[in-house]
């Protein structure tokens, strides 16, 4: 069973910028599509951002050229960068594969203020 563990959130004002780390428990990490999700509260859990195997990105468009997925396959991680940070970008994100599996890791919270 693959375990996530999420880091790097914290309170930032709109405007500034976060990079979010999360690393994989399994070796197989690679091969997986990779992906960020972020549930705010009192809302559903979201798709962010995704990063296949070869490199290719997508992203939802509320994030769409301000977030930046990135892997390093040698240390099972995978990374957000966050630019221009909106007050509305405030949750708690987490990793998973895509589609995701049923264990989520205790996500990393991202509060921007106004």
């Known amino acids: 069973q693959v375990q996530f563990v999420e880091s790097g959130g914290d309170v930032v004002q709109a405007g500034g910028s976060l990079r979010l780390s999360c690393a994989a428990s399994?070796?197989?990490?690679?091969?997986?599509?990779m992906a960020w999700y972020r549930q705010a509260p009192g809302k559903q859990r979201d798709f962010v951002a995704r990063l296949s195997s070869g490199g290719t990105t997508y992203y939802a468009e509320s994030v769409n050229g301000r977030f930046t997925i990135s892997r390093d396959n040698a240390k099972s991680t995978v990374y957000l960068q966050m630019n221009t940070l909106k007050p509305e970008d405030t949750a708690v994100y987490y990793c998973?594969?895509?589609?995701?599996?049923?264990?989520w890791g205790q996500g990393t919270q991202v509060t921007v203020s106004s």
């Open positions: 399994r070796s197989t990490f690679s091969s997986y599509i």
């Open positions: 998973n594969t895509m589609p995701p599996r049923n264990s």
